[in-house]
């Protein structure tokens, strides 16, 4: 009874709802004017056409769709968009020049603690910031196109920006020149999924105290210091990008003070550090490619228990370094290109163990400029002096286990 009751009162609503057209060939012109007449329920159709409404406020739970990407026009004034209600959809339009402040935060589209609102295939250019969901749960941001294009921090916010919220889907976007291309902070249960997010001015991707979250098949390429994982535990990162990451301080993905965590399948090509880790503890690292990095994995002396397993590491300039002699991370089952062991029993694994920390390499963490030297004769010496006197360097800084083939990933 109780079911029947719910779809009769879902079918009453459907038929009392109303599609309002705006636009320059309908009654009514103005989006303001097609909000104050729709009631909950309607759909708000605005046609194509440029629509300077200073700020447009939704507090009324409509479909807001855009038919020929209408532009909503924030004269670098306002806010362009601000979602004041329940289960909301915003679909379609194009929002432009947002107003500038870093007090108030003015966004191309922002959502107030609300719940189950949707914005989708929209585009975002020259915003302050792009889509901001402040205090809010259970709501979809796919398929849009954010675009900004500033040259320094201070002038400019984050593409897809979430503070305090839960349960968010953010899907297929494409995040380009803001500071932080996906920013979370306090965010829980959430997924990013298929997302590229490229040329940002700091981070490709920014999460702060958000645990549980997952992120999957996403690109974070030539970001200005890579991805940060800050303060948070339970996080998920499967069959990720992260390229070309370069500067003193880039690296593809950096996990400070990050635990319990697993990053499975990535490939991390040409940064400067492909995973820089600090203070982190009890994370699983399997099955990554760690391709042409300047260092493939700088594990500080802050990390313990962390399992770095069936990895391929190719042609990175060092594979691993630390600032520390204390090991408290495992390397177990990994392919190193640098291996030049043998395998007498034909098992596939390594018949000597494999020390993947070079004295070079502790020099260099120490001593930055010490780099002038690589690939001098005097480097090549110490080289083979390792191989041959391996105890230089750590004992327990080992992969007992090397493999003689890359793994297929």
Not at 55 to 67: A, L, T
Not at 97 to 121: E, F, H, L, M
Not at 180 to 208: A, P, Q
Not at 356 to 369: D, Q
Request: aromatic letters at 12%; hydrophobic letters at 40%; proline letters at 2%.
């Amino acid at each position: 009874m109780k079911y029947f009751l719910i779809i009769l009162l879902l079918f009453s609503f459907s038929i009392h709802a109303n599609t309002i057209h705006v636009g320059k060939n309908h009654p009514i012109k103005s989006v303001k004017q097609g909000i104050a007449l729709a009631k909950d329920g309607d759909t708000l159709m605005v046609h194509g056409g440029i629509y300077k409404e200073g700020n447009i406020i939704i507090d009324k739970k409509i479909v807001f769709i855009g038919k020929g990407l209408p532009v909503l026009d924030g004269e670098k004034k306002h806010e362009v968009l601000s979602i004041k209600a329940d289960s909301v959809v915003v679909d379609g339009f194009k929002v432009i020049r947002s107003a500038y402040a870093t007090i108030t935060d003015p966004c191309g589209i922002k959502v107030y603690n609300k719940q189950y609102v949707v914005i989708q295939n929209n585009v975002l250019d020259d915003n302050f910031f792009g889509i901001y969901l402040q205090n809010s749960k259970n709501c979809t941001i796919k398929n849009n196109y954010l675009k900004a294009y500033g040259k320094e921090e201070q002038q400019l916010g984050n593409g897809i920006h979430c503070w305090k919220s839960n349960d968010i889907l953010i899907i297929g976007n494409r995040i380009d020149g803001h500071r932080d291309g996906i920013y979370f902070e306090f965010v829980y249960d959430s997924l990013v999924w298929r997302n590229i997010s490229i040329n940002n001015i700091r981070y490709g991707l920014h999460f702060m105290f958000s645990h549980s979250d997952t992120y999957i098949t996403n690109i974070f390429r030539n970001n200005g210091a890579g991805v940060a994982v800050m303060y948070s535990k339970d996080v998920k990162m499967f069959n990720n990008h992260f390229e070309e990451n370069w500067g003193d301080s880039a690296y593809g993905l950096l996990l400070k003070d990050i635990s319990d965590s697993y990053i499975f399948n990535n490939t991390f090509a040409r940064n400067t550090s492909a995973i820089y880790m600090e203070g982190a503890s009890r994370n699983r690292i399997e099955k990554n490619v760690f391709l042409s990095n300047g260092w493939g994995l700088k594990i500080q002396a802050s990390c313990l228990d962390n399992e770095i397993v069936n990895n391929n590491f190719l042609k990175n300039t060092f594979d691993i370094s630390t600032n520390g002699s204390l090991v408290l991370n495992t390397f177990n089952s990994n392919y190193w290109d640098k291996y030049e062991g043998y395998d007498l029993n034909k098992d596939g694994i390594g018949d000597v163990p494999y020390h993947p920390l070079s004295l070079f390499a502790v020099l260099t963490e120490s001593t930055p400029s010490a780099m002038l030297l690589y690939r001098s004769f005097m480097i090549t010496l110490l080289d083979k002096s390792e191989k041959i006197l391996p105890s230089i360097t750590p004992d327990n800084f080992i992969d007992k286990t090397p493999l003689m083939k890359s793994l297929p990933l």
